[in-house]
């Protein structure tokens, strides 16, 4: 089994910045992928952006340019730098890691954007 602790939410005024950051613990393999998605009250939840243990990035077009992704493969743990924030992004933020044929989550962190 696998464990995701998030952290790193809260509010913030838009056009302002937060860093969500995630901590894996537990049988972690040296290839897989993880990321983040997030789910808005009434919608369904969507990819946010995702980085495999090789680098490779993944970005919702909705994000493009103002997220960033980023991972320690040492530490087991995967970032999100949101720049631009805007009211559409409020939301729930899950970290998600993928390995094998498992799919692991964590608890989520909301955040929300003041217009």
């Known amino acids: 089994q696998v464990q995701l602790v998030e952290s790193g939410g809260g509010l913030v005024q838009a056009g302002g910045s937060l860093r969500l950051s995630c901590a894996a613990s537990g049988s972690i393999f040296s290839i897989n992928t993880m990321g983040w998605y997030r789910q808005a009250p009434g919608k369904q939840r969507e990819l946010v952006a995702t980085i495999t243990s090789g680098g490779s990035t993944i970005y919702a077009e909705s994000v493009k340019g103002r997220f960033t992704i980023s991972r320690d493969n040492a530490q087991s743990t995967v970032s999100l730098q949101m720049n631009s924030l805007k009211p559409e992004d409020t939301a729930v933020y899950y970290c998600?890691?993928?390995?094998?044929?498992?799919?692991?989550w964590g608890q989520g962190t909301q955040v929300t954007v003041s217009s």
């Open positions: 998600n890691l993928k390995q094998l044929a498992a799919v692991y």
